[in-house]
């Protein structure tokens, strides 16, 4: 009977830390947190997607144009650190949108010379899409 209440106690700490009890371990050096994570700087995120916005209305597929102008409010990060993360916040629900505004994300300005990682966050701050780039050779 006390060890069926000692065993939840022993397991708050491993699930606490984030492990799962079968060990797996997340992919890639970096992982796109599920949650999106704190703004430092909401103006310059304001302002860094609108400057994104505008160049896919000019730049971008019609594809783009519907995924990223008026759904992209907030962009930060570093993504021209190699294996750091552009962080990119929409109102979209579903991955397919998301997808799209990360291809075009890669290809904005100086991004399409670069290894970019971006992760596109939707509704509720809930991560809908992350863009590993190819392993290099």
Known sequence: MRAKRILPLLLVPVL????????EEPQ???VAPLQLPTVQNEGMAGSTALSFTAWVKEEGTEEQRRAVVGHVSMMWGDWKSPGEL??????????????????AFTKWED????TVRAAVYGKG???LYAHEPPPSR
């Open 16 to 23: 606490l830390s984030g492990c799962g009890l079968m060990g």
């Open 28 to 30: 890639g050096d970096k």
């Open 86 to 103: 552009g962080f990119v916040l929409t109102d979209h629900s579903e991955k397919a949108p998301a997808q799209t505004v990360a291809e």
């Open 111 to 114: 991004n399409a010379d670069t």
């Open 125 to 127: 701050g809930k991560l």
